[in-house]
């Protein structure tokens, strides 16, 4: 029955969408009305209203979606959605602000004498307009405005003319900043969730492991992730459109004739071409540059460029007028003036001690008043000129409105699927297809694509995402990110806005065409640039490097950039220093030899005793290296035959769990009926089923192979051997180079400690017989100061016994004394061999440490050296088979 009520959700649906009916009240309508409808079936006809869904009840599901899209508010971590009111103000406050017929006209004149010329500068505007305001409607009606008469006066093909506006305008959905990528960060981030939860369950299923590595996790995503991971892709699909334009007017020159430029290519030229271009390039940078240079957060971003959108307006709208650019020009300059300012003298509120620290502040303070001012001035402006600070924020409030409401309705309707089967359905549907996951990822992009002829890409983004997403990522063969997947998901979305008959671009350009203009030749226009886009996502699909290397650089170069232990980052790093120790051999070997030599002698025994055994370990890494190799090439002379043994196998175990689900929701089900006839007649054809399926699990357990078990106890007998040596070798190279580095650091910083020399010998007199709050404070600055010291913990604990001593409430001298004397006897003691070894060994040691810290040591560093998160970037950015492991 559970099929029944899944099919009328999906009539109920279609026929609601079809009809016209409001998007925001089809999708959770539909859901109530068939969560209503099974409940009373339930009730009518087994007594049970819970009896029809396929686990829980009506109750649960109909407030689920609501539950679900109040976690988007109540979870700090999820602040996704907040960045979309921002970017869409930002991109209406821009559309208004007349700033895209500036920038055609500009652009035709640059590029209008070329073959194709007026429809490159199509492109190209639109890939700006894609980057600063993302407003797929405004955008084509801009250009239809503009362009579509230029084009035909010059003779250009409707066809091709109508056809690269429609395309150009769809650019937003992809180059960042854009409302679907943060959606789709938004959806994936719960579908990643999911995928975890699915991966760790095939985990233990297929292993018998309780705990999975973390190494074998689903990689996640953010807006911001999602933004750069679009970027390369959106200039691929722009170069893709120019490039297809520029060989059709070459080929056809009667469909785009060049058209000349009457004026002459000047200064004065120039100096318009820049002045045209430098507000949205500006704004760009800014933004986009926010995000990649780790200053801000996707939603501080779309702050920043809701700011900027409002001065660049307020001086755009008053063009021509006197004193038009004195708001710009004073928000230019205090920016400039804060960025100055805290180059020269970091300001924390916090920490204000000196005088400099005062300026500093009070200079930035006048800077901030000036900027807000600015702002202030560019907000009037653009509130005085035609009211358009009001139809800004109506029309933002709108279009935030319709999304947020399609949220809502979607997280219904998708709890409403999942009530009655839909996702298992699915589920089992992909997971039993032949090709594996690339058979499943075809379908789902088929899937999508054919949705776009009729849905928006609002609805398939909160609709299908949902659903396949977790199936998707869960897969170990692929091993996808959730970056990759979204630009994918995206790039076919992006597809909607062309494709007949409900191609919102489309509608739109018809709009503003002239009746000369027919809908047929619209239809024929955009067909070639489907099919670039189709290329686009095959070249995407084929090359995830497109996707994932922009994230990874960023995030592997950043600030806060995850450690070199991080177990993410091992497979690559590792590929990276294995590569270091075949080219680099001898010269570590060498540097090992020249450690060796060194007079540790004059070292304290701990010491001493420590780095021969870091030095002993560290000439052992190429044993250990020669295991790994060793171990890892059986592994991987047994993939070949394994492999094919392995897939057969999993994928009949995916079919018998789906039989197992099945069978256990039949026996909850009998379990709800009663004893009238009609009833019985259920439980014997339940029943009937049941020992079909029984018999078809039956069947499937006979197909796998005989030797399937004693193959899978070898090859994981070898797997473990491999694993095994890779533990034994990190062990060995992080106990190589922790005693050195601490050694290192403990030498070098024995100036520091000597420099504490007079203040240290000063604290005798004061515990003695000075003021014992005084000496409390003396001996607790000198604790803290030789703290910073490595190697001090003995003194530091004395000074702080010392400290104890006097600030109780009769202060004891006398123990505070012997304290004190204990710590200054340590502190001469390792002052006096630190100073000979900062002479004898410090150069040697430091020689060492510097020729193994980006091989042995590298684990332990606290951020991976540029070139290194480079070529990781790299690596990383591929997407890696780990299915052997399950």
């Known amino acids: 029955m559970e099929l029944v009520f899944l099919a009328l959700l999906m009539v109920l649906m279609a026929t609601a969408l079809g009809s016209g009916f409001p998007v925001a009240f089809a999708l959770p309508g539909s859901a109530i009305l068939t969560i209503g409808t099974a409940a009373l079936a339930g009730y009518l006809f087994a007594g049970d209203p819970s009896a029809y869904f396929a686990q829980g009840g009506p109750v649960q599901w109909l407030t689920a979606g609501v539950t679900n899209f109040r976690g988007i508010y109540w979870e700090v971590e999820r602040d996704t959605l907040i960045a979309i009111p921002l970017f869409v103000f930002m991109g209406i406050m821009l559309q208004r602000s007349k700033i895209a017929e500036d920038l055609l006209m500009a652009m035709a004149q640059l590029f209008g004498p070329i073959p194709g010329g007026l429809g490159i500068s199509v492109v190209f505007v639109g890939a700006l307009l894609a980057a600063t305001t993302g407003i797929v409607g405004a955008t084509v009606v801009a250009m239809g405005l503009i362009s579509l008469p230029v084009m035909r006066r010059n003779n250009y093909s409707n066809a091709l003319a109508t056809g690269t506006i429609a395309a150009s305008g769809t650019l937003g959905q992809i180059i960042p900043p854009s409302i679907v990528l943060i959606i789709l960060a938004d959806q994936l981030a719960s579908a990643v969730d999911q995928a975890s939860g699915a991966r760790k369950t095939l985990y233990k299923q297929t292993t018998g492991e309780f705990s999975m590595p973390s190494e074998f996790d689903v990689v996640s995503t953010s807006a911001g992730d999602m933004f750069m991971g679009a970027f390369i892709p959106g200039l691929v699909l722009v170069g893709a459109y120019m490039l297809f334009i520029l060989v059709v007017a070459l080929l056809r020159p009667h469909l785009a004739p060049p058209v000349p430029f009457e004026g002459k290519y000047d200064a004065r030229f120039a100096l318009r071409m820049l002045m045209t271009l430098a507000p949205p390039l500006t704004l760009i940078l800014v933004v986009l540059g926010s995000i990649i ?471 005798t007199q004061l515990v003695t017989s000075g003021d014992p709050a005084e000496g409390v404070e003396k001996l607790a600055a000198a604790a803290k100061a030789v703290g910073a010291v490595a190697g001090t913990g003995k003194i530091k604990s004395n000074l702080t016994g010392a400290r104890r001593a006097l600030r109780a409430k009769t202060p004891d001298r006398d123990k505070a004394l012997k304290k004190l004397g204990q710590a200054l006897k340590i502190y001469r003691e390792e002052l006096a061999w630190r100073q000979r070894a900062k002479v004898e060994l410090l150069a040697g040691l430091e020689a060492y440490e510097a020729a193994i810290r980006d091989t042995i040591g590298i684990r332990l560093q606290s951020r991976l050296p540029r070139e290194m998160a480079l070529d990781l970037a790299s690596c990383t950015a591929e997407h890696r088979d780990i299915s052997l492991h399950f």
């Open 293 to 763: 240079m780790g200053v801000a957060t996707v939603n501080q971003a779309g702050a920043i460029g809701a700011v900027g959108a409002t001065i660049m307006a307020g001086a755009r709208l008053y063009q021509g007028r006197r004193g038009a650019y004195l708001p710009a020009a004073l928000g230019a300059v205090s920016v400039i003036a804060m960025l100055a300012i805290l180059s020269v003298s970091p300001i924390n509120v916090k920490r204000i001690s000196t005088d400099q620290d005062v300026i500093a502040l009070i200079l930035v303070s006048i800077a901030v008043a000036g900027f807000v001012v600015s702002v202030i001035w560019s907000g009037w402006r653009v509130y005085l000129v035609d009211d358009s600070l009001r139809g800004v924020m109506v029309e933002t409030a709108k279009t935030t409105s319709l999304v947020f409401i399609i949220l809502l309705g979607a997280a219904m309707l998708t709890a409403a699927f999942r009530a009655f089967g839909g996702e298992d359905l699915v589920r089992d549907f992909l997971t039993s297809l032949p090709g594996g996951f690339w058979t499943q990822f075809i379908i789902v992009m088929l899937v999508i694509f054919i949705l776009g002829f009729f849905l928006d890409f609002i609805e398939i983004a909160v609709v299908v995402v949902p659903i396949v997403a977790p199936i998707l990522l869960t897969d170990p063969s692929a091993n996808i990110t959730a970056v990759w997947l979204g630009v994918m998901i995206g790039l076919n979305i992006q597809t909607s806005f062309l494709t007949p008959p409900f191609g919102f671009a489309l509608f739109y350009l018809r709009g503003v065409a002239p009746a000369a203009v027919k809908t047929v030749e619209m239809y024929k226009g955009v067909i070639a640039f489907i099919c670039l886009q189709l290329i686009a996502l095959a070249i995407v699909g084929a090359s995830p490097s497109l996707v994932n290397y922009l994230p990874n650089r960023i995030s592997l170069t950043a600030e806060t950039a995850p450690p070199p232990r991080n177990p993410r980052l091992q497979f690559c790093l590792e590929q990276n220093v294995f590569a270091q120790y075949r080219d680099r051999e001898t010269e570590i070997r060498d540097a090992i030899g020249r450690a060796r030599a060194l007079d540790i002698g004059i070292l304290p025994r701990k010491f001493e005793k420590a780095t021969e055994t870091a030095l002993d370990k560290a000439a052992r890494t190429f044993k250990l290296l020669e295991g790994i190799r060793n171990a890892r090439a059986i592994v991987e002379s047994q993939i070949g035959a394994y492999r094919p043994l392995h897939s057969e196998v999993r994928l009949i175990q995916r079919r018998m769990t789906g039989i197992d689900t099945e069978t256990k929701e039949l026996k909850r089900l009998a379990r709800l009926l009663g004893e009238t006839p009609k009833e019985q007649a259920e439980k014997r054809e339940m029943r009937e089923r049941a020992e079909s399926i029984a018999a078809e699990r039956e069947a499937l357990q006979a197909q796998i192979p005989a030797h399937w078990q004693s193959e899978y106890e070898k090859f994981r007998v070898l797997q473990k051997a491999e694993e095994k040596a890779l533990k034994a070798y990190r062990r060995n190279v992080d106990e190589a180079y922790e005693p050195i580095g601490e050694l290192v650091k403990i030498i070098a910083g024995v100036d520091r400690l000597a420099a504490l020399d007079p203040e240290l010998m000063a604290l």
